[in-house]
């Protein structure tokens, strides 16, 4: 296992349409997030799963935003009806510990 | 309002000196701090980091400080090499609420030859 992955990692889409990343964390991982983070800013924390439970969500993710992790396993970010605002890149990371995360190389977002 | 702040976007050192990166917080419920490097087209790697309880922690040429009661915290890499060269997120976390970080927005450390 080479560490956290993350398909696609590019996506262009027009706006309205819907969009669905998928992460593949470190195996062993329990723990998995996810992060938005835009041109000059820093990773900006959207969500987080132990295991298959949602434990918290930010503010930051709207309800055009829904994430799952069926068995604990991989996760899906999916936006629905996507706005131009949403360009960014998704980070997903995943940890065993609330020490360390790893982080996936990320998928870039540009709604056109 | 942004919890953690780095106030320097940017940061130009000579390869061999020492790169002092800084960053302050707001939030007092903070414990624990963690430094991530980022490449370009890549996620961020984590570092080093320091829990509330100690006020250095040292991995190779990476050292942490933490000062509590100034609310800030540098990463001083030495001797910088150009490998070095990339960003730099502080990032804090308050481990007896949950387990989120919160970002600085980053310093982009340019190690010049």
């Known amino acids: 296992d080479t560490g956290v992955s993350q398909d696609p990692r590019h996506k262009i889409t027009k706006r309205g349409q819907n969009v669905t990343f998928r992460c593949d964390p470190i195996s062993e991982h329990n723990r998995l997030y996810w992060y938005r983070q835009t041109l000059g800013q820093g990773p900006e924390f959207l969500t987080y799963?132990?295991?298959?439970?949602?434990?918290?969500k930010s503010r930051l993710l709207s309800d055009r935003f829904s994430a799952e992790r069926p068995k604990g396993s991989f996760s899906t970010l999916e936006i629905q009806r996507t706005e131009q605002g949403d360009s960014a890149m998704y980070l997903c990371?995943?940890?065993?510990?609330?020490?360390?995360?790893?982080f996936g190389p990320g998928t870039r977002l540009t709604v056109t | 309002d942004q919890q953690v702040k780095q106030n320097s976007p940017s940061l130009s050192v000579q390869e061999g000196r020492i790169s002092i990166l800084n960053c302050d917080y707001t939030?007092?419920?903070?414990?624990?701090f963690l430094w991530y490097k980022k490449y370009p087209a890549e996620g961020p790697t984590f570092l080093i980091s320091i829990s509330s309880i100690k006020d250095k922690n040292e991995d190779g040429r990476f050292t942490v400080f933490l000062n509590k009661s100034a609310k800030h915290l540098s990463l001083h890499i030495v001797p910088s090499q150009p490998g070095d060269s990339a960003v730099y997120f502080c990032a804090a976390s308050a481990l007896n609420r949950d387990d989120k970080i919160i970002f600085g927005k980053g310093t982009r450390l340019h190690i010049l030859p």
């Open positions: 990371a995943s940890s065993l510990s609330p020490y360390e995360q790893y």
């Open positions: 939030n007092s419920m903070f414990d624990y």
């Open positions: 799963f132990q295991n298959e439970a949602q434990l918290e």
